[in-house]
């Protein structure tokens, strides 16, 4: 059957997700075939190659599959859009046995099912328990994080992974923060990305950085919004209304990662939705404990279906077993009462650290979270004598890519007797001999 639906679009991103919207809407049923490669490409007036890198998009998300001559159709099952949990409409008085679920009753999870307040999950259900969308929805939409369209990812860099690839491709330039988080660096890395730096500061990324990056063309943006990993940077309203000034009406996409969340010990000031396409991941690891796989993600609804998409294709869903746990630690006073006490601890420590380094010259930057980055002249020098003195730190150059040499703290584990002889260790340190290591 011939394509009614009318696809739009010049560049291939633009033209996949015409066909996507059509799908979304139902105008491009399960099955419709999608116009000839070089018919489609006349009709935009692009080159033929543009539409194959399109169709090429949608097969890897799981929208489409080519079938020889019958050329590329829409798959029975796209895993892009909600159509993918279509399943028969059985009668009440008829035993379904078209599920390929295993019989409940004969799981021996059934007997932990009380330690996640749920029953055992079978094979196709809704990605997220309402439960938890729920109570996220509530939290995130009280921080101004709208949050409309929700997914569940295993952590936070699992998020920004999902994100990342569903709207960009290898060789794509993104904006990110120097200095900045290891494993997203290395993430950009193994996506075939190019890291764009952004210069930090106590208050998150320079609006100058911001702007260079996107004169430069970068096609993402990706801002801790606070906890930043290394420097404890937290976006303040006044810089959040900065940056957001440069992304308003920019194409570019905006990933936030707020992984520090309860224990970050700063308030929340977010640009979800300054841009066309955009995604907020929440992770519970830090406040909770790093084996809790698990994050939040808000955004618009065209990423959100692509990351449940892809999903789809692979693990399917984020344990539910999991889910229902994180929902009754949120809900459980004792944990509420120990997640505050341990972000006061780390205020604590964090800012007598930094308080302890200026009574004694050192420049130190901990805003929020649970480290401290000190700005030294060598690196090597200052962590051989820091090790001398009984104390490890984390190099900054796995941290850098322009920024100048320091050294990462984390206070997680310091306590008031700590706070002096290490602000010792640490100024005699920065204060030593040798020349700057890049």
């Given at each position: 059957?011939?394509?009614?639906?009318?696809?739009?679009?010049?560049?291939?991103?633009?033209?996949?997700?015409?066909?996507?919207e059509?799908?979304?809407?139902?105008?491009?049923a399960?099955?419709?075939?999608?116009?000839?490669?070089?018919g489609?490409?006349?009709?935009?007036?692009?080159?033929p190659?543009?539409?194959?890198?399109?169709?090429?998009?949608?097969?890897?998300?799981?929208?489409?599959?080519?079938?020889g001559?019958?050329?590329?159709?829409?798959?029975?099952?796209?895993?892009?859009?909600?159509?993918?949990?279509?399943?028969?409409?059985?009668?009440?008085?008829?035993?379904?046995?078209?599920?390929?679920?295993?019989n409940?009753?004969?799981?021996?999870?059934?007997?932990?099912?009380s330690l996640?307040?749920?029953?055992?999950?079978?094979?196709?259900?809704a990605?997220i328990?309402?439960?938890?969308?729920?109570?996220a929805?509530?939290?995130?939409?009280?921080?101004?994080?709208?949050?409309?369209?929700?997914?569940?990812?295993?952590?936070?860099?699992?998020?920004?992974?999902?994100?990342?690839?569903?709207?960009?491709?290898?060789?794509?330039?993104?904006?990110?923060?120097?200095?900045?988080?290891?494993?997203?660096?290395?993430?950009?890395?193994?996506l075939?990305?190019?890291?764009?730096?952004?210069?930090?500061?106590?208050?998150?990324?320079?609006?100058?950085?911001?702007?260079?990056a996107l004169?430069?063309?970068?096609?993402?943006?990706?801002?801790?919004?606070?906890?930043?990993?290394?420097?404890?940077?937290?976006?303040?309203?006044?810089?959040?209304a900065?940056?957001?000034?440069?992304?308003?009406?920019?194409?570019?996409?905006?990933?936030e990662?707020?992984?520090?969340?309860?224990?970050?010990?700063?308030?929340?000031h977010?640009?979800?939705?300054?841009t066309?396409?955009?995604?907020?991941?929440?992770?519970?690891?830090?406040?909770?404990?790093?084996?809790?796989?698990?994050a939040?993600?808000?955004g618009?609804?065209?990423?959100?279906?692509?990351?449940?998409?892809?999903?789809?294709?692979?693990?399917?869903?984020?344990?539910h077993?999991l889910?229902?746990?994180?929902?009754?630690?949120?809900?459980?006073?004792?944990?509420?009462r120990?997640?505050?006490?341990?972000?006061?601890?780390?205020?604590?420590?964090?800012?007598?650290?930094?308080?302890?380094?200026?009574?004694?010259?050192?420049v130190?930057?901990?805003?929020?979270?649970?480290?401290v980055?000190?700005?030294?002249p060598?690196?090597?020098?200052?962590?051989?004598?820091?090790?001398?003195?009984g104390?490890?730190?984390?190099?900054?150059?796995?941290?850098?890519?322009?920024?100048?040499?320091?050294?990462?703290?984390?206070?997680?584990?310091?306590?008031?007797?700590?706070?002096?002889?290490?602000?010792?260790?640490?100024a005699?340190?920065?204060?030593?001999p040798?020349?700057?290591?890049?």
């Amino acid at each position: 059957m011939a394509v009614q639906y009318s696809i739009t679009g010049e560049g291939a991103e633009a033209i996949a997700a015409s066909i996507e919207e059509g799908v979304a809407c139902g105008a491009l049923a399960p099955g419709s075939a999608l116009p000839p490669i070089r018919g489609l490409a006349q009709r935009l007036g692009v080159n033929p190659n543009t539409v194959a890198a399109a169709y090429r998009l949608l097969r890897d998300r799981g929208a489409v599959e080519s079938s020889g001559r019958r050329g590329t159709r829409v798959r029975d099952r796209p895993a892009t859009t909600p159509r993918s949990l279509r399943g028969l409409a059985v009668p009440p008085q008829v035993r379904d046995l078209s599920t390929g679920n295993p019989n409940p009753a004969l799981l021996p999870i059934g007997a932990v099912t009380s330690l996640s307040a749920g029953p055992a999950v079978l094979y196709g259900p809704a990605p997220i328990e309402p439960e938890l969308a729920e109570c996220a929805a509530i939290d995130l939409a009280a921080d101004g994080v709208p949050a409309e369209h929700l997914a569940v990812t295993s952590g936070a860099l699992d998020g920004i992974e999902r994100v990342l690839s569903a709207h960009l491709r290898p060789g794509d330039r993104v904006a990110v923060e120097d200095p900045g988080w290891p494993n997203l660096l290395d993430l950009l890395g193994a996506l075939g990305l190019t890291p764009e730096p952004m210069a930090v500061d106590d208050d998150g990324p320079l609006p100058a950085g911001l702007a260079r990056a996107l004169r430069r063309g970068v096609r993402a943006v990706v801002v801790t919004s606070r906890a930043q990993n290394p420097t404890g940077a937290a976006v303040s309203a006044d810089r959040a209304a900065e940056l957001r000034e440069l992304l308003d009406g920019s194409d570019v996409l905006l990933v936030e990662d707020d992984h520090g969340a309860a224990i970050a010990g700063a308030s929340l000031h977010p640009l979800a939705g300054a841009t066309r396409n955009w995604a907020f991941v929440r992770s519970v690891a830090k406040a909770y404990g790093p084996d809790l796989r698990l994050a939040v993600l808000a955004g618009d609804g065209r990423t959100v279906e692509r990351v449940q998409g892809r999903q789809r294709l692979g693990p399917g869903w984020v344990s539910h077993l999991l889910q229902n746990l994180t929902v009754a630690l949120w809900r459980d006073a004792g944990a509420v009462r120990q997640v505050a006490d341990a972000e006061a601890a780390y205020r604590t420590a964090r800012v007598g650290l930094c308080a302890a380094l200026a009574d004694r010259g050192v420049v130190a930057y901990g805003r929020s979270g649970l480290n401290v980055w000190i700005p030294v002249p060598d690196e090597a020098v200052a962590m051989t004598q820091l090790f001398t003195a009984g104390w490890a730190a984390a190099p900054g150059a796995r941290f850098r890519i322009r920024s100048a040499p320091g050294l990462r703290i984390t206070v997680a584990e310091l306590g008031a007797a700590d706070v002096g002889p290490l602000a010792d260790a640490i100024a005699e340190a920065v204060r030593g001999p040798g020349r700057a290591s890049v």
